[in-house]
């Protein structure tokens, strides 16, 4: 499955369970909280860390097609974008990117 795939079926399965579909801040609330049970899994070292990185993108999925993102796109183009980029580092070891384009 790709990305433009699985936005789609996050999408369809929303509408089928009658999840939200409107609400942004509330969706945007949601996501949160399954990186926070991500989080949690991999700190308590339980083995539903994938499962719940799974809610994490279904959700950002559907966070894509509430906000009319192709995310398979958007994707695609940073990571384009992040390869192009030159990163210095600071005397304390901080990389930084080359002040050649605005903070993204
Ligand atoms: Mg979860």
Same mark, same amino acid.
């Given at each position: 499955? %790709?990305?433009?795939?699985?936005? !789609? =079926?996050?999408?369809?399965? !929303?509408?089928? !369970?009658? =999840?939200? /579909?409107s609400?942004? #801040? @509330? $969706?945007f609330? @949601?996501l949160?909280?399954?990186?926070a $049970?991500?989080f949690?899994?991999?700190?308590k070292?339980?083995? /539903?860390? &994938? +499962?719940? @990185?799974?809610?994490?993108?279904i959700? *950002? =999925? &559907? *966070?894509? +097609?509430?906000? &009319?993102t192709? *995310?398979?796109? +958007?994707? $695609?183009?940073?990571?384009?974008?992040?390869? &192009?980029?030159?990163?210095?580092? *600071?005397? %304390?070891?901080v @990389?930084? !990117?080359? #002040?050649?384009e #605005?903070?993204?």
């Amino acid at each position: 499955m %790709n990305i433009r795939d699985g936005q !789609k =079926f996050a999408w369809d399965n !929303k509408l089928a !369970k009658g =999840f939200n /579909t409107s609400d942004v #801040p @509330l $969706e945007f609330c @949601l996501l949160q909280g399954e990186m926070a $049970e991500a989080f949690d899994a991999w700190r308590k070292d339980r083995d /539903t860390v &994938g +499962e719940e @990185l799974a809610d994490v993108a279904i959700y *950002l =999925f &559907g *966070l894509a +097609e509430m906000t &009319g993102t192709d *995310l398979q796109a +958007e994707i $695609e183009a940073k990571i384009a974008k992040n390869v &192009g980029r030159v990163y210095s580092r *600071l005397p %304390n070891g901080v @990389l930084v !990117k080359d #002040p050649v384009e #605005p903070q993204t």
